[in-house]
């Protein structure tokens, strides 16, 4: 059983839902990076997003571009990535580490040693935002050999024939992106959300987690209600990108600690 199930397992017994948090590689620097990565689990992270700093990140909205600029002025690319998550590692074999990343970097070293080096890793899974599904099939049978889950975006324009399409290769959780349009775009639509969520269940047992457009302790708690995972990236990056150095990780601690509470209340009396 991967790690990313046992959670969702685990929280679901308990009737709790997922904290997922996203930070890009890198940004502020390799270093601080994975004392941030050591301070999300300290505050309630289930499992944590690492984004791979990409020069065209098309699905990110400037918060999350700026990250990627700023990585990549420190040298982070792939292969440092996988390099902060070993780093991270040394002190954590528990939280599941999903690499959210584009599709060039990864064909640019080889997909097979790509995998290879996730898998040594310890990855948990990938979502690699520009690969369609129709061009998948080899790259999710290669993770499934090693372990790692496959775990697709489906958007609100998603058409329930592509939906079935893409839960047929998905593995431990469906990620929906709340939004039309980049990360950090808008407010959510907690309606629309909540309907296009309860659509997709229809074809799929997997959890579903929301993400894009979560910037609050209230619209994590709307957003909990709804699905088994609350997804929070533009909104940690900005803390990341305005904090002083000095400042940095009490700030991200308690952006953290108010989101994890707002879920735990929706947990209590929902």
């Given at each position: 059983m991967s790690k990313i199930k046992s959670v969702f397992d685990s929280l679901l017994k308990?009737?709790?839902?997922?904290?997922?948090?996203?930070?890009?590689?890198?940004?502020?620097?390799?270093?601080?990076?994975?004392?941030?990565?050591?301070?999300?689990?300290?505050?309630?992270?289930?499992?944590?997003?690492?984004?791979?700093?990409?020069?065209?990140?098309?699905?990110?909205?400037?918060?999350?571009?700026?990250?990627?600029?700023?990585?990549?002025?420190?040298?982070?690319?792939?292969?440092?990535?996988?390099?902060?998550?070993?780093?991270?590692?040394?002190?954590?074999?528990?939280?599941?580490?999903?690499?959210?990343?584009?599709?060039?970097?990864?064909?640019?070293?080889?997909?097979?040693?790509?995998?290879?080096?996730?898998?040594?890793?310890?990855?948990?899974?990938?979502?690699?935002?520009?690969?369609?599904?129709?061009?998948?099939?080899?790259?999710?049978?290669?993770?499934?050999?090693?372990?790692?889950?496959?775990?697709?975006?489906l958007s609100p324009t998603t058409e329930d024939k592509r939906i079935k399409l893409i839960i047929e290769q998905a593995t431990g959780f469906i990620y929906y992106v709340s939004l039309k349009g980049v990360t950090g775009s808008a407010n959510i639509d907690i309606e629309q959300v909540t309907e296009r969520v309860q659509n997709i269940k229809k074809y799929t047992k997997l959890p579903i987690g929301v993400g894009f457009g979560v910037r609050d302790a209230n619209t994590a708690k709307e957003v909990a209600l709804i699905s088994d995972a609350v997804v929070i990236g533009s909104r940690i990056v900005q803390e990341i990108e305005n904090s002083p150095p000095s400042e940095m990780i009490e700030k991200i601690k308690a952006l953290m600690m108010d989101m994890k509470k707002a879920i735990e209340k929706q947990e209590m009396t929902g």
């Open positions: 308990s009737q709790a839902k997922a904290l997922i948090p996203f930070v890009t590689a890198g940004d502020p620097n390799p270093e601080m990076t994975v004392k941030i990565l050591h301070a999300l689990v300290d505050t309630g992270a289930d499992m944590i997003e690492v984004g791979i700093p990409f020069t065209d990140p098309m699905a990110d909205g400037p918060v999350i571009q700026r990250a990627s600029e700023r990585a990549i002025a420190n040298n982070v690319g792939i292969k440092r990535t996988i390099e902060i998550v070993k780093e991270f590692r040394k002190k954590n074999s528990h939280t599941p580490i999903i690499l959210m990343g584009y599709a060039n970097p990864m064909e640019a070293i080889g997909i097979d040693l790509f995998i290879e080096l996730i898998h040594e890793a310890d990855v948990d899974g990938v979502i690699t935002v520009d690969y369609p599904p129709e061009e998948s099939k080899e790259f999710v049978e290669k993770l499934k050999s090693k372990g790692i889950d496959s775990i697709f975006l």
